[in-house]
């Protein structure tokens, strides 16, 4: 079992910067692969980034590849996203989520656990 939390979304403008930190506790939570998914308002959840469990490769969708960075601290059990050039339509609940065991990493249904939001909001 492993249980996420999200924090530090918010309000910001046009252009500017937000650090995303997912935590995550369990004994295997180190293990996993984490990802990071966005649901704006009567949309569905969208793929943002992925990271692999050792932090050696990150995947991004291409909205967001070239201002988005996904780290990890293994030690701390912590994934980041580092949001840079931020655009209004980046506003959405962004949430964590790991446990993918098979199925592409993209697709929401792949995670087994997920964390329960954190609201980002570009103004323009």
């Known amino acids: 079992q492993v249980q996420l939390e999200e924090s530090g979304g918010g309000l910001v403008q046009a252009g500017g910067s937000l650090r995303l930190s997912c935590a995550a506790s369990?004994?295997?939570?180190?293990?996993?692969?984490m990802a990071w998914f966005r649901q704006a308002p009567g949309k569905e959840r969208h793929f943002v980034a992925a990271?692999?469990?050792?932090?050696?490769?990150?995947y991004y969708a291409d909205s967001v590849q070239g201002r988005f960075t996904l780290s990890r601290d293994n030690a701390k059990n912590t994934v980041y996203l580092q949001m840079n050039s931020l655009k209004p339509e980046d506003t959405a609940v962004y949430y964590c989520?790991?446990?993918?065991?098979?199925?592409?990493?993209?697709?929401?249904?792949?995670?087994?656990?997920w964390g329960q939001g954190t609201q980002v909001t570009v103004s323009s």
């Open positions: 990271i692999t469990s050792s932090g050696g490769r990150a």
């Open positions: 369990g004994r295997t939570a180190s293990r996993n692969d």
């Open positions: 989520a790991c446990g993918r065991k098979a199925g592409n990493q993209d697709y929401s249904g792949s995670y087994g656990y």
